[in-house]
């Protein structure tokens, strides 16, 4: 097995590539309109492509695929014996793995060992995922990135349409903590600004801050793109039905503690850090095997259309 340290390089390009790809700075509309997601394109060509992310995923307009069946998560349900670090990017909290954790079946072609874990979220009042089910936001999401086991380098992963596998996990805010998010919301105070990285004090199962396992199989998947500059169309997305439930504290505490700025700099607080659906563009969205497809809406106007021509053929029997 490959220490973190040994994966140190792997981590920081990764890093590199989607925080220093561009000249000129990108960020967030929350920091400034004036390089906020509608000005990506502009700052790095590729966040113009045809084959961004996120999307919103519309039920009624999904392909059913029975290839897409279960995954196989092989060392989700094990503590790994190294040590993860967790750190503040500048434009999430990013948890790094080690290689003996992966995904391979859902569809996917051969294995992908998993790299990172990271979140997009609102203001803790407002709602912060990037993707959208039926247009639906949820209050925060979940990505957990995963590079092919054909490629040894990120860099050439990310030339790749299928270079990369990301998991999108929606969370929801009840009444009550997740004591499995305990580890993540319990250090974020010693990562709160830009640069900071620590250990994390244990590892963990991450099937635990996940959905049941007999839910991950209801999922949608589509070809898409990172979702932060240089905005690569290298990712095959997977994003879960079943929603993950945190309480509106543990929401709180990445939207209050963490901070875009490093220290010394003017504080300004790391909130509303997702980008909005792109368009499709014509891509097909595909539901797994045991996904929820929504039939198509009967609207009032078609409905109305039924209504008159059953009532005209009715007149005509009369009539006749």
Known sequence: MRSVSALFPTFFTLSLITQSCCSVHWCYDSQSQSCGPKHWKE??????????????IDMSNVDRDNNLQHFVF?????????????ANNGHSVQVTLDTNVS?????????????????????GLSYGSEHTINKKQYPMELHIVHMSERYTDIRDALKKTDG???????????????????????????????????????????NSILPKVARLSQYYRYQG?????????????????????????????????LYFSARGESEQK????????QPLNGRRVSASKDATIN???VHTSSLLSVVLVLGLGLGLRIML
């Not at 391979?104 to 609102?122: D, E, M, N, P």
């Not at 790391?270 to 659906?277: C, H, K, L």
């Open 74 to 86: 092989e060392g989700y349900s094990t503590v790994p014996p190294g040590q993860w670090s967790i």
């Open 43 to 56: 700052i790095q060509s590729t966040c113009g492509g045809k084959s961004q992310s996120p999307i919103n």
């Open 270 to 277: 790391m909130q509303n850090n997702f980008r909005s659906p």
């Open 103 to 123: 995904i391979s079946g859902g569809g996917l072609v051969g294995k992908y060992k998993a790299l990172q874990l990271h979140f997009h979220w609102g203001n």
């Open 225 to 257: 793109s990172l979702t932060t500059p240089n905005c690569s169309e290298a990712v095959v997305w997977s994003v879960f039905e079943e929603p993950i439930s945190i309480s509106k504290a543990q929401l709180m505490k990445f939207a209050n503690t």
């Open 295 to 297: 039939s198509c809406p």
């Open 164 to 206: 990369l596998a990301v998991l999108g996990f929606m969370l929801e805010v009840t009444e009550t903590d997740n004591p499995n998010y305990n580890t993540l919301t319990d250090v974020l105070e010693k990562v709160s600004h830009q640069g900071d990285k620590v250990w994390l004090s244990s590892t963990f199962q991450l």
